[in-house]
């Protein structure tokens, strides 16, 4: 069975394995080489992230569309109480439905006009 590669991975890892197979067993190598590993490392992994994720994409995107874009300060307390109300109309509205549908004698009725009251 064949098994997928991912080639944004793929330079990382032979990154990695590159650095790896520097390393004799018996001589570890100086503090610094170890930082530059690291360094390099940390800027692929940075790469590849920055790649997979669209980050560079999104920012392209926004620069491109900017003028479509516009800052506003928000009443936080304006708002909460806005969604409130509208959560609460919507939430009234399913009451009086649920309410109609335990009060009919006719459950097929969808909307209360089509209820026959006796």
Partial sequence: MATAVCPRGSAFVSLA???MSLVRA???PHPWT???W???LDRELERVVRQA???DQLKQLYTEHKHLFEVRRNDA?????SVTGEI?????KKVKALEVSVTCPHFSCK?????IQN
Avoid: N, T
């Fill in 26 to 28: 018996d001589v570890f």
């Fill in 17 to 19: 394995l590159a650095m």
């Fill in 88 to 92: 609460e109309k919507v939430l009234d």
């Fill in 53 to 55: 994720s669209g980050v």
């Fill in 111 to 115: 909307v209360p006009s089509d209820c």
């Fill in 38 to 40: 690291a360094g390099r």
């Fill in 34 to 36: 170890i930082k530059q």
């Fill in 77 to 81: 307390q304006h708002l909460v109480e």
